[in-house]
């Protein structure tokens, strides 16, 4: 882990948990916040990323990054909303100009049912429709104002040990390091640069029981 404040204007820190509602689904990990006398946000970086779990069995965690092409509530693109199962639809703008393609995955960030926080494959885009497989999504609603539509990118896959950061003889997993983001260089202020219009999601790759939970956290700064 990196902690040297390298071009850091206010520090913060993070921390998601995956448990048996949410484990599989992409939840946000990090997103740039607008540092206090900015005139806009312009984007973080990550020097810490560890995971803790306490799970009696070994999991793998999947991390990817969400590049925000519709922000739903604000001009040009009005609302949206989920339809069909099969479609998220726009009242003004246009997911071609938002650069929305059929191949593309996409999440829903935040949306209000759990069943539409889902990683979505884009079937056919038009100006005020994205369309996808039949019964993708799992309930008709509107999606909230300040939720977002991300183009999904792999990032990969990252063992965490048994009992992670609940023994004493197991440490928290160590995740912001080149062994796990080969892009990463090896020195000591080592961090992973976050866009204005980047999100970093995490999810478990297998299912949670009730009552285990993995807690992934982050520690940066925006500047």
Partial sequence: ????????????????????????????????????????????RIHAIYATSNDNAAN?????WGKVLTRVGTTPTGLCS????????????SFIADGWMAGERLVVVDPTTLANQVTATVTGVT????????????????????????????????????????????????????ANFPWLAGRPDTNEVCGADDILLVACVNALTAGENIEVTAIGGDY
């Fill in 1 to 44: 882990m990196a902690l040297d404040p390298l071009h850091i204007g206010a520090w913060r820190r993070e921390i998601t948990v995956l448990n048996v509602n949410y484990a599989t689904r992409f939840r946000r990990l990090w997103a740039p916040k607008q540092v206090p006398g900015a005139a806009s946000v312009l984007g973080s």
């Fill in 127 to 178: 100006a005020t429709q994205l369309s996808f497989a039949g019964s993708t999504f799992g309930s008709n609603e509107a999606i909230p104002e300040g939720a977002v539509l991300v183009k999904l990118g792999q990032t990969g896959y990252v063992p965490i040990a048994t009992n992670s950061g609940y023994s004493t003889s197991v440490l928290p997993e160590n995740m912001l390091q080149p």
């Fill in 60 to 64: 793998t965690l999947n991390f990817a």
């Fill in 82 to 93: 989920f339809t069909g199962g099969n479609a998220i639809v726009r009242s003004t703008g």
